[in-house]
């Protein structure tokens, strides 16, 4: 310390600064919190006051005033309703079909597989992770469009696919977030010691009883991390049913078809899956999963 | 180790393989068809050409679309590396009252949906901002982008924050060194290259974005998503789209394969 109190005289500020941490810190946190909650929460905040407001009917001119109309068309309006049910349909369905596909291909990599193989499959489902949204929507129409690749691959045994419906709509959105599944999942099954499975194979367990009573227990915590990217994104997506889902709505189908021409049934419209992905993180968080993200 | 019959092995093979299958199968054919000498798409493809592929170079609606994209990236991606850099010091040298709502703050604008993100902002520039006589135009989109690319740098210079040796500063300080001079010569270098990594992902996820976009983009203006998504409702440009798609895998992987070399290069080497 006695090297600050004798420069403290050449450098004021630093030492200034060295002796305040409330200082310091207020340094570092106050242009960021500004940003995110000044800008950004401070937006969402606004929305939920544009949600109160209302649409002339006459001149279709956005209102300054105060009505509960917006939030009670949600719950009453029947397209409103099931569009919502939908919506949180099909990303669990999402997030099941993620599963499913994670936890063999993460015990195939983790515990099967050479290191080499590891290693490619690793860079194999991050890779496709960047390759980009839109590209990826364009590239499941291209193989499930009527005269599509899959149809193709599929004439010589006479089926053909389905057309552009919620099922296509699940499998685009699996095929955009499967990653954010797989990867915890694999990192998980990786940490489980091998000497859990020698026991297990000791007490006469054979391989299917082993993945079912050890493997899965020790993985709920990676999959609930997982979920919480499939579940929210596909729960706000609105650009995979338009194309690839033929006539399917999802919450932000109404959202952004509204905020034009009428933003405040938009702006409640826009809490509903804020609430699905509050309620679904605060139920994330509680079993303890959320601390390895 | 875990032991499976020979059966299970080969279960989990196919379905491995298969999964391989569902992940590439569709980017390939994405990419065989920027090829296509037809412009509808079809498969099998008929004739194979470049034709599209000169076309798109030379076209003046994707090269400003191009060009307003790297803008917006740019932009944003420099907000969120000053941004993101200052909340990672913030969480790792101190504690105090409401960290972990900070934490969710920096997370927030990545796991709410993108069409409510682009909602809230569009409502705050056209039913807020535009009244009072504020017109933000062009930046809106940038201020919306740099929102969600905070993280990306956050969570890679605080994960290399968390690993770094803190007596290196205090032995720097202890040396007559300024905050700054500590800084610049001894915390900096430490964090190069989580700091670059970090900025490069921020860049990709920028560049790719859609829906923020859609809501902020002022009108006339398209980023290149946004010209994809336009021309995805006119089957007729549909080879084109192709091309530009292709170009788009690329130049997203490029940012994301240097980013990932960075932080494997620094994991080995430290």
């Not at chain 1, 450098?11 to 207020?26: D, E, F």
């Not at chain 1, 919502?84 to 063999?104: D, E, H, K, N």
């Not at chain 1, 089926?159 to 955009?176: A, R």
């Not at chain 2, 972990?100 to 993108?114: K, Q, Y």
Request: glycine share 6%.
């Amino acid at each position: 310390m006695s090297a600050h109190t004798t420069q403290g005289g050449t450098k004021p500020i630093s030492s200034y600064l060295y002796k305040r941490a409330k200082v310091r810190l207020i340094g570092l946190i106050g242009l960021p919190m500004f940003w995110i909650v000044g800008v950004y929460i401070f937006s969402l905040f606004l929305l939920l006051i544009t949600a109160f407001w209302f649409v002339d009917p006459f001149t279709s001119k956005v209102i300054v005033g105060f009505t509960l109309e917006n939030f009670i068309s949600i719950f009453t309006v029947p397209a409103y309703i099931s569009t919502s049910i939908r919506t949180l349909l099909i990303a669990l369905a999402v997030t099941g079909v993620c599963v499913i596909f994670a936890v063999p291909l993460g015990i195939y990599m983790a515990k099967i597989a050479r290191p080499w193989v590891r290693n490619t499959l690793a860079v194999a489902i991050t890779l496709p992770l960047w390759a980009g949204y839109l590209v990826k929507i364009i590239a499941m129409r291209l193989v499930f469009t009527e005269e599509g690749f899959f149809n193709w691959a599929l004439a010589p045994l006479g089926i053909s696919g389905p057309t552009f419906s919620i099922p296509i709509v699940i499998l685009t959105l699996t095929y955009l977030w499967f990653p954010y599944m797989a990867l915890p999942v694999f990192t998980a099954i990786r940490q489980i010691p091998p000497n859990l499975f020698d026991a297990s194979s000791d007490m006469g367990a054979k391989g299917f009883t082993t993945i079912y009573r050890i493997v899965l227990p020790l993985i709920v915590p990676a999959i609930i991390a997982g979920s919480v990217f499939t579940f929210s994104l596909s729960l706000g997506d609105y650009l995979v049913a338009k194309f690839t889902g033929g006539s399917t709505q999802m919450i932000g189908s109404i959202i952004a078809s509204n905020i034009n021409l009428n933003p405040p049934v938009a702006a409640a419209f826009s809490m509903v899956p804020i609430a699905f992905v509050v309620i679904y993180l605060m139920v994330a968080r509680r079993t303890g999963s959320l601390e390895r993200m | 180790m875990l032991r499976l019959s020979r059966t299970s092995k080969i279960i989990l093979i196919i379905l491995v393989t298969f999964i391989l299958t569902f992940m590439y199968v569709p980017l390939l054919v994405l990419i065989l068809n920027s090829f296509n000498q037809s412009n509808i798409s079809s498969w099998p493809i008929e004739s194979f050409s470049f034709t599209w592929w000169e076309f798109a170079a030379t076209y003046q609606p994707i090269r400003t679309a191009l060009l307003n994209s790297i803008i917006v990236a740019t932009g944003s991606t420099i907000i969120a590396a000053i941004l993101g850099t200052l909340v990672a010091f913030a969480l790792k040298g101190y504690d105090f009252f409401g960290k972990g709502t900070v934490n969710l703050l920096v997370v927030l604008p990545i796991a709410l949906p993108g069409v409510v993100t682009g909602v809230a902002f569009s409502n705050t520039y056209n039913n807020f901002l535009s009244p009072a006589g504020f017109n933000i135009g062009y930046f809106g989109m940038i201020v919306a982008h740099a929102t969600f690319c905070i993280v990306m740098v956050f969570n890679n210079v605080f994960a290399r924050l968390k690993r770094m040796n803190p007596s290196l500063q205090e032995a720097s300080a202890d040396l007559g060194a300024g905050l700054w001079q500590t800084f610049r010569l001894v915390t900096f270098p430490q964090f190069r290259t989580a700091f670059v990594a970090g900025a490069l992902l921020a860049f990709a996820l920028s560049f790719d974005e859609v829906v923020v976009t859609i809501f902020t983009a002022p009108p006339g203006v398209d980023t290149l998503p946004l010209w994809i998504l336009k021309e995805m409702s006119r089957p007729n440009n549909a080879t084109v789209v192709n091309v530009v798609a292709t170009v788009v895998i690329l130049i997203s992987l490029i940012p994301v394969f240097i980013s990932q070399r960075l932080t494997r290069a620094q994991d080995e080497g430290k």
